[in-house]
């Protein structure tokens, strides 16, 4: 069964770096396009990042273009993402997630992400 | 960037109640709406996929229909379980988007 596991989440000051990672399992992870999915504490959910399975394409949030960074280790089965230059807007519970098409059909369990001083 | 508009945000209905929901897109995404549930403290669950599409192992209770701009999540009659919130989701056009959600309540 398809399984996403993050991890790397953590309490981070203003200003820093973190890089998020997530392991994925019970597909064949090179022919998938993933996702970055956040969710801040009682709000809604914001798309993040994309990435295509062959790395060729990558799309991102306006707001964390040029701060955020998506890529994937096909031979590792791997999704990470290098978050630079946080903010407090940046709190959220990171979602690793699966959509071949653009739907999202399956979501890791989260990692918390906290920025603060 | 394309706003998605959902709702009421919030609807208080019983057991057994149809609901519906709606979704509202500023600008066309044909059919590439998504819509999913999401409990307390868990991941977000897939339900449906191209606006009127039921993922596998979804109740068929639960309906999607619309295009273009305009889309509604219905359940035929709510079950204890499907007290949650739902969002959809457009994959039209990046940055992909959410509805705001709408938390469907215990009346």
């Known amino acids: 069964q398809v399984q996403l596991e993050e991890s790397g989440g953590g309490v981070v000051q203003p200003g820093r770096s973190l890089r998020l990672s997530c392991a994925a399992s019970g597909f064949t992870f090179s022919s998938h396009g993933m996702h970055w999915v956040r969710q801040a504490p009682d709000k809604g959910l914001e798309w993040v990042a994309v990435i295509s399975g062959d790395e060729s394409k990558k799309y991102y949030l306006d707001s964390v273009k040029g701060r955020f960074t998506i890529s994937r280790d096909n031979s590792k089965n791997r999704l990470y993402l290098q978050m630079n230059s946080l903010g407090s807007e940046d709190t959220a519970v990171y979602y690793c997630a699966r959509g071949p098409t653009g739907a999202i059909d399956y979501w890791g369990q989260g990692t918390l992400v906290t920025v603060s001083s | 960037d394309i706003q998605m508009t959902q709702s009421p945000s919030t609807l208080s209905a019983s057991v057994g109640d149809r609901v519906i929901i709606t979704c509202r897109a500023s600008?066309?995404?044909?059919?590439?709406l998504a819509w999913y549930q999401q409990k307390p403290g868990k991941a977000p669950k897939f339900l449906i996929y191209k606006a009127s599409t039921l993922e596998s192992g979804v109740p068929s209770r639960f309906s999607g229909s619309g295009s273009g701009t305009e889309f509604t999540l219905t359940i035929s009659s709510l079950q204890p379980e499907d007290f949650a919130t739902y969002y959809c989701q457009q994959y039209d056009t990046y940055p992909y988007t959410f509805g705001q959600g709408t938390k469907v309540e215990i009346k």
């Open positions: 600008q066309s995404v044909s059919s590439w």
